[in-house]
């Protein structure tokens, strides 16, 4: 495995029952870049991750986390790995102080130098006023927060997030979206699942997307989000939108993509400058009240919808047989963005 | 390291601060240790009126108040938190964030068990004082109390050790399977205390608290050891203390034969702890992890040839109960002599704990249809049913003979009750040896892929082991 690669997913089951929740899924992550990982509800996200963390284990294949094996090397992965589930419980009658105190003491640390790592991790995740309130009483935020802090005491160098945003105000949000680009600036691998796509695709250098157990894409954010960047167009009209819904129609080489409430987004067949351009002349011409007329970057949702689409089409989805080791992973569903970015 | 008083509590386990911290601020352990002070109260005037003003009457009536209150509290109330220590960890999905620091599942059973113990030793310490002033109302033997007292701490801890060890169990029917076999064991374990106790044998006090203190202590250790089996990884091999536990048994019986304690009760309490460790270990799935097998094949053939024994998993369970079978068999020979009951009973037993896994190995069922079907729920179903035979056979009063030997539970626990009926013992001889036969055929028909399978788990070891000593070396 190379120095740089710091997690090693290869040709990962797992089977609960005669639900096959991953399903042979490969992939690897390099040392110090943000990767979000999507995928549906019981795409097999939580799932693939348990077993990163050494929590689950696989059926088949195996995850290498800087070169340990997860289900042979736990306790050496373990001291690499900060986990932050989707969901975890409050202790009562326990501070927040007390609560980071007797991880920092699971984790080793002792006297002055644990007085020291609890300061620091309560300073970095804003904590400090909070040291002497009891942690069942936090808010959702206050309590991710917590949860963030544990993660750091040991300083690890890979951090798995779980949707770590899930059930946050927006400023808690945004507050903790925050502390994911510091650590990444620091140097931390952080690997981060969420449905919330547009932030991960503020945060995130790469993307794994997962459906029903089966690996769907894995690249990097900017391209793929730029790649669709020319196909796009939002339309904004001053009048009623059914309007410059017919007359799309009735123009061969664009189709409506999404309707909005006073205006469309479309999508036109050739990407070119010249073709946008004379579409706008030809909607001026024929009456259409045009108010905003620009190119707008493919929404990481919609890429993954039609990501989600074109996986489970017939075409592109053989069914695969009863799990067995020797099965390789389904191909990769064709190239979604056809037209080269243009500048 | 030098001790800093500072920071004493950096000696002590995490996990026993943090369950301190919270156990003692919880309602109900306030509540119920401000109650307990308040009824010993009531008990020591109680002491005090009837020393004042009815001695001829004689005392003993709040003596008995005070011991109720003691023990309830000691073997009753202070164990049953137990049962909630790993489970809510579990359940509000803590647990896992305590793996992944540098805990292992031993040091956080030990840690909730140290906790709950410290907390039930404040209560011991709180009660002092009462027995105290009843010295001095008059009418006691201290030295006396002082044992009660010390025993029924001692039980609070093997008490409190096993609703631990419940706790770890997730599943409600694994929880109440385990609870079920567990009072089982506590229940017999009680009565060939007491019932030696009530003959009057020659169990003197000091050989009592030699008995008491070393398969106390016994006890206590498998317990914890099931607790941390239950949540650890799978890397982490439980099964082989459990049994080095169960070896350490027949070391202590056989130690008290030779130094004649109470050779019969020990043989029999090891016994019983013994073959609970075996049925354990029949109910093991295998699991083929290189990391399990490397500190055995790090000692050559002789550590692989253990590794046959120590393993996870049934096919070295199988190997080890019939290992464990013939030692207690020969000690047990070596207390008494062999008789014919002695062969049935080794026979019985033999074929209670092998023939229904031989049996399950022989149903061919889906991973799901075998998690429901297991070794444990067959087990206890066999134990249930045979003992309905029974009763209906006494109703009815028809081939009572017959059920008493078919189902081998039965005859295992009426011999160990010293209870069988049956005067003629050559036909269940021969039907136990050979359930017992054909259930190892079988068992060993089915070992041979596993083994296979081990072996090549061995090797990737071997080769682990290998590239290790290389990184080493070069750097």
Same mark, same amino acid.
Request: charged share 20%; glycine share 8%; hydrophobic share 45%.
């Given at each position: 495995m190379s120095q740089d690669v710091i997690i090693e997913v290869h040709d990962l089951y797992r089977r609960f029952g005669r639900i096959m929740a991953v399903n042979g899924i490969s992939f690897s992550v390099k040392r110090g870049t943000v990767v979000g990982f999507i995928g549906a509800?019981?795409?097999?996200?939580?799932?693939?991750?348990?077993?990163?963390?050494?929590?689950? /284990?696989?059926?088949?294949?195996?995850?290498?986390?800087?070169?340990?094996?997860?289900?042979?090397?736990?306790?050496?992965?373990?001291?690499?790995?900060?986990?932050?589930?989707?969901?975890?419980?409050?202790?009562?009658?326990?501070?927040?102080?007390?609560?980071?105190?007797?991880?920092?003491?699971? /984790?080793?640390?002792?006297?002055?130098?644990?007085?020291?790592?609890?300061?620091?991790?309560?300073?970095?995740?804003?904590?400090?006023?909070?040291?002497?309130?009891?942690?069942?009483?936090?808010?959702?935020?206050?309590?991710?927060?917590?949860?963030?802090?544990?993660?750091?005491?040991?300083?690890?160098?890979?951090?798995?997030?779980?949707?770590?945003?899930?059930?946050?105000?927006?400023?808690?949000?945004?507050?903790?979206?925050?502390?994911?680009?510091?650590?990444?600036?620091?140097?931390?691998?952080?690997?981060?699942?969420?449905?919330?796509?547009?932030?991960?695709?503020?945060?995130?250098?790469?993307?794994? /997307?997962?459906?029903?157990?089966?690996?769907?894409?894995?690249?990097?954010?900017?391209?793929?989000?730029?790649?669709?960047?020319?196909?796009?167009?939002?339309?904004?009209?001053?009048?009623?939108?059914?309007t410059l819904l017919n007359w799309v129609s009735m123009n061969p080489g664009m189709k409506v993509y999404e309707t909005m409430q006073n205006g469309a987004r479309l999508t036109f067949e050739n990407p070119s400058d010249d073709f946008a351009r004379e579409a706008l002349r030809r909607m001026i011409l024929d009456g259409i009240a045009v108010s905003d007329f620009h190119r707008q970057e493919r929404r990481l949702e919609d890429v993954f919808v039609e990501m989600l689409k074109q996986s489970n089409a017939p075409a592109t989805t053989p069914q695969l047989p009863e799990r067995t080791m020797s099965v390789t992973p389904p191909p990769l569903p064709p190239p979604l963005l056809t037209h080269p970015p243009t500048t | 390291m030098k001790f800093s008083f500072t920071h004493f509590t950096d000696h002590l386990s995490p996990v026993l601060v943090k369950e301190l911290r919270q156990g003692l601020r919880t309602r109900a352990f306030i509540a119920f240790f401000l109650i307990l002070q308040a009824l010993l109260i009531l008990t020591v005037f109680g002491d005090l009126g009837e020393s004042l003003g009815a001695s001829s009457k004689g005392r003993g009536g709040s003596s008995e108040v005070f011991w109720f209150f003691i023990g309830a509290a000691l073997l009753y109330f202070l164990p049953l938190r137990g049962f909630w220590a790993v489970s809510t960890e579990i359940k509000s999905n803590t647990l896992e964030l305590i793996f992944?620091?540098?805990?292992?599942?031993?040091?956080?059973?030990?840690?909730?068990?140290?906790?709950?113990?410290?907390?039930?030793?404040?209560?011991?310490?709180?009660?002092?004082?009462?027995?105290?002033?009843?010295?001095?109302?008059?009418?006691?033997?201290?030295?006396?109390?002082?044992?009660?007292?010390?025993?029924?701490?001692?039980?609070?801890?093997?008490?409190?050790?096993?609703?631990v060890a419940v706790s770890a169990f997730n599943s409600k029917i694994a929880t109440g399977l385990f609870s079920f076999g567990g009072i089982i064991l506590i229940s017999v374990l009680g009565a060939f205390i007491t019932t030696f106790g009530r003959r009057g044998t020659s169990i003197s006090e000091s050989d009592f608290y030699i008995i008491f203190l070393s398969l106390g202590s016994l006890f206590l250790m498998t317990m914890l050891l099931v607790g941390a089996s239950k949540i650890a990884p799978p890397a982490e091999n439980f099964a082989k203390w459990k049994r080095i536990m169960a070896l350490l048994g027949l070391v202590i019986s056989i130690s008290f034969m030779a130094f004649d304690i109470a050779p019969e009760l020990s043989l029999v309490v090891v016994a019983l702890l013994t073959f609970f460790i075996c049925f354990i270990a029949l109910g093991e799935e295998p699991r083929f992890i290189p990391s399990i097998c490397k500190p055995f094949v790090r000692k050559g053939a002789l550590g692989r040839l253990s590794g046959r024994f120590f393993y996870p998993g049934w096919p070295s369970g199988v190997r080890f109960t019939l290992c464990v079978t013939v030692i207690l068999f020969l000690a047990a020979s070596l207390s008494s002599e062999i008789n014919h009951k002695s062969i049935i009973f080794t026979l019985a037993l033999l074929a209670s704990l092998l023939a229904p896994l031989a049996l399950l190995k022989l149903i061919p069922l889906n991973s799901e249809g075998v998690e429901r079907l297991g070794y444990f729920p067959l087990q206890i179903g066999l134990l249930i049913a045979s003992y309905a035979l029974m009763i209906l056979a006494q109703i009815f009063n028809v081939w009572r003979d017959f059920i008493e030997v078919i189902i081998p539970h039965t005859t295992v626990a009426k011999l160990a009750f010293d209870a069988g009926r049956t005067n003629d013992w050559g036909v269940p001889a021969v039907y136990f040896g050979f359930l017992s036969a054909a259930s190892l055929v079988i068992l060993i028909v089915k070992m041979i892929p596993l083994d296979r399978k081990m072996r090549e788990t061995e090797q990737i070891a071997i080769q682990e082991i290998e590239q290790e000593k290389q990184t080493t070396t070069v750097s």
């Open positions: 509800n019981g795409a097999g996200k939580t799932t693939t991750m348990r077993i990163m963390t050494t929590l689950d /284990f696989p059926n088949g294949g195996m995850v290498k986390v800087s070169g340990f094996d997860t289900v042979n090397s736990p306790n050496e992965v373990r001291r690499r790995i900060g986990w932050m589930p989707d969901a975890f419980g409050t202790y009562e009658n326990v501070t927040v102080w007390e609560y980071l105190d007797f991880f920092a003491r699971a /984790f080793g640390y002792k006297g002055a130098d644990r007085q020291k790592r609890l300061l620091e991790v309560m300073e970095f995740t804003e904590l400090s006023p909070l040291a002497s309130r009891d942690m069942s009483k936090l808010s959702k935020g206050q309590t991710q927060r917590l949860c963030l802090a544990r993660t750091l005491i040991h300083d690890p160098e890979l951090l798995i997030l779980d949707e770590p945003a899930a059930g946050l105000d927006p400023k808690a949000r945004i507050e903790f979206k925050q502390l994911v680009n510091l650590l990444a600036r620091q140097g931390k691998t952080v690997f981060i699942s969420s449905h919330i796509l547009s932030e991960l695709g503020e945060m995130c250098d790469t993307l794994v /997307f997962i459906d029903q157990g089966r690996l769907v894409h894995h690249g990097d954010a900017q391209t793929l989000k730029a790649g669709g960047a020319k196909s796009l167009i939002e339309v904004k009209v001053s009048e009623n939108v059914e | 992944l620091s540098h805990l292992t599942a031993w040091r956080i059973v030990v840690g909730k068990w140290t906790s709950l113990m410290a907390q039930t030793f404040l209560f011991v310490c709180a009660v002092l004082p009462y027995m105290l002033l009843r010295y001095f109302v008059g009418g006691i033997n201290l030295i006396e109390d002082f044992q009660i007292l010390l025993i029924m701490f001692l039980g609070s801890a093997c008490l409190t050790a096993f609703s």
